[in-house]
């Protein structure tokens, strides 16, 4: 099996910086779509090596050495001061100051992720800084691991082993589910309650909903369509919502409607919202790397028809909906 290319930065900014075009939404790959569901806590290098800022410059050479890796996050009472590299180390060999301590040469200034964040916002990360390595923290700031672009690949094609084992059997499981049942009109309602704030598990349902058209013989392009359709409307709930709110996936032979209900507090202008980059988004939410104003944008590329209904302080309904062509309706039949 080939290696997985990492996404390039035209790739990375295009999910995050421009609306999905019409060719994006049917050109992309399973390594792509892992990028999204893979969190960093599953790829990451939990058992990390550490220093401290009064430790000597030639200890940390040595368990650069010993343990074969190219930094160390620097610790301090338990929190976090920087990371020093072996390119700091090379600048302490060539001063002569291989007894300085770490706090000389250490890089102070640190570039992390969230250990919930998804691989990709690592890959831009590793885009932006153009570091080898990245400190990864939990929410409260505190370390958790470290990861490299290695530890990304690794993570990939471990995933895609997995899928290719355990696929196969759901799939033919799934594909068979209508075959014995009679009726004039058949529909399969998947169900998700979706929490504000919950960045956590942000993705959880659309990466489900996506895995069931996918072993019920929806083509995966469709699949895919819908996947990234429904993750950006759970993201909205997630993002703009007082309190979350429903997703649902409806699946019948010629078409796949999803929609989102929530509680409020609703939209003022639809039109405005519509618009790339627009965003209500919170200062606290941006800074997340959440909330660019392109999620309904990139819903409205990848539907067949999209349509929103909001009240202000009541609430917003989003319906989107894919027409499934003969050829390549799911498991049910007309």
Known sequence: MASPRPLSEQEIHGRRGRPITDRDATDISRVEELSYELKVQEVMT???????????????????????????PVLENEQLQGVISIEDVVRAM????????????????LVTVLNYDPIVKALQAFTESRLGRLVV?????????????????????????RDYKEEELRRYRASHLFEDIVSDRTTLVL??????????????ASSHIKRA????????QIARRCGIAVYEAEMNLIIHTNH????????????????????????????????????TASEQVREMGFGAGMGLVNIKRCVDKMEIESAVGKGTRLTMRIHIPSQNSSAQKD
């Not at 060539?94 to 200034?109: F, H, Q």
């Not at 169900?191 to 959880?204: E, L, M, P, S």
């Open 46 to 72: 939990a058992d990390v090596r550490v220093a401290s800022p009064d430790m000597p410059v030639s200890e940390v050479l040595e368990i650069l050495r010993t343990n074969r890796i190219s930094g160390v």
């Open 94 to 109: 060539r001063d002569g100051e291989l007894s300085a301590p770490v706090s000389e040469y250490m890089t102070r200034k």
């Open 137 to 161: 923290v939990d929410e409260n700031g505190r370390l958790a691991g470290m990861i490299t672009k290695g530890d990304i690949t690794r993570g990939v094609l471990l995933a895609l082993q």
């Open 191 to 204: 169900r998700y309650n979706i929490k504000a704030q919950d960045f956590i598990r942000g993705g959880y």
């Open 213 to 220: 058209l996918l072993r019920l013989g929806a083509d995966p």
């Open 244 to 279: 979350g709110g429903v997703l649902k996936t409806e699946v019948e032979p010629h078409r796949i409607t999803m929609s989102t209900v929530d509680d409020g507090p609703g939209i003022p202008n639809i039109e405005q919202v519509l618009q790339a980059g627009y965003s």
